[in-house]
């Protein structure tokens, strides 16, 4: 299987920066999405940003121009920089992996996601 760990988030005031970083573990063979998504209670998980199989980064309308995804395709990881951070910026942010691994002699789909690190924007 393949594992993500997660770390960054925390408490910022609005206006602020944070930076999460996601780095994924295991038997891969290769990715081919990864990126953020985030929740809040009563709501279902939206996209923050993602990189895609075809190169392009996507990220959620209220981001743009606030978000920068970056990664580092050596070591399978990715860093979400936030900038200008509002109070609804305030989620679980989960960061997510889809991609390829390898298990004996096959090679096998795996769609994982991290545990979650709270990020709190206060106003």
């Known amino acids: 299987q393949v594992q993500l760990v997660e770390s960054g988030g925390g408490l910022v005031q609005a206006g602020g920066s944070l930076r999460l970083s996601c780095a994924a573990s295991?038997?891969?063979?290769?990715?081919?999405?990864m990126g953020w998504f985030r929740q809040v209670p009563g709501k279902q998980r939206e996209l923050v940003a993602v990189f895609t199989s075809g190169g392009m980064t996507n990220y959620a309308g209220s981001v743009k121009g606030r978000f920068t995804l970056s990664r580092d395709n050596a070591k399978n990881t990715v860093s979400l920089e936030m900038n200008s951070l509002k109070p609804e910026d305030t989620a679980v942010y989960f960061c997510?992996?889809?991609?390829?691994?390898?298990?004996?002699?096959?090679?096998?789909?795996?769609?994982?996601w991290g545990q979650g690190t709270q990020v709190t924007v206060s106003s």
């Open positions: 997510n992996a889809k991609g390829t691994i390898v298990r004996g002699a096959g090679y096998f789909p795996f769609d994982s």
């Open positions: 295991g038997s891969i063979f290769s990715i081919n999405t």
